[in-house]
């Protein structure tokens, strides 16, 4: 696949967003500041967006702030976030940010790469998501639909997912990548589904060949 042809579905993709992708529902589910976007990404790593968007609008509504998260004592903010799996991890990490943040940042989340990258608990993805979100910076967050979309499209060949982001930083102009990872994942989430793909009523079937007939 060209370059431009993969531009071309990015266009057509970014139209037919549907506004209930699980995507959409979590973008819209609290009020966006860049420490409410960093928590919510730490959140939604490895579930469902559906459960990361109901946690955080019951966390939010409780605590908004580095100080507030640190307030909540550590069982009861492990309750809060159950739904999102992995709960004790999360709430450890996410006041172990929470601290930082407000030790070595002055409250304050960084609009860095590196100084994101600098907080324990935070990846790359999280931090290319933030610098996006909260900051409009361009940055490509790359996650399993990603990765798997963009390979079976045949647009890149990559292993794992730093492979990918390599790869497509290379290959997309910097004005598409704030818009991929939305616009993919949540194709991904609601019509090239990774079992049970909807091709009958997907938009780009010319420029795929792994089409289910
Ligand atoms: S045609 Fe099917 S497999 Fe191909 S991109 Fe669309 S949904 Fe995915």
């Not at 030790?103 to 610098?131: C, H, W, Y």
């Amino acid at each position: 696949m060209t370059n431009s042809e993969f531009l071309e579905i990015l266009e057509i993709l970014q139209k037919s967003v549907p506004s209930n992708s699980p995507s959409n529902i979590l973008k819209n589910s609290f009020k966006r500041t860049p420490f409410t976007i960093l928590i919510a990404t730490l959140l939604s790593l490895r579930t469902k967006d559906e459960f990361t968007a109901k946690v955080c609008k019951i966390l939010f509504s409780i605590a908004n702030t580095p100080q507030e998260i640190l307030d909540i004592p550590i069982n009861r903010l492990e309750e809060i976030v159950k739904a999102t799996g992995m709960y004790r991890k999360k709430a450890r990490v996410i006041q172990e940010v929470s601290f930082t943040i407000i030790d070595r940042f002055n409250g304050v989340v960084p609009n860095s790469k590196k100084e994101l990258l600098s907080i324990k608990g935070v990846g790359e993805k999280t931090a290319n998501i933030v610098l996006n979100n909260a900051f409009n910076i361009p940055s490509i967050a790359v996650d399993t639909h990603v990765h798997r979309i963009t390979n079976m499209l045949g647009f890149i060949d990559t292993k794992n997912n730093k492979e990918t982001l390599k790869e497509l930083e290379r290959k997309v102009p910097k004005e598409y990548w704030s818009r991929l990872n939305f616009t993919i994942v949540s194709f991904g989430q609601t019509i090239c589904l990774p079992r049970g793909a909807k091709c009958d009523i997907c938009p780009i079937v010319p420029y795929c060949h792994s089409i289910k007939k």
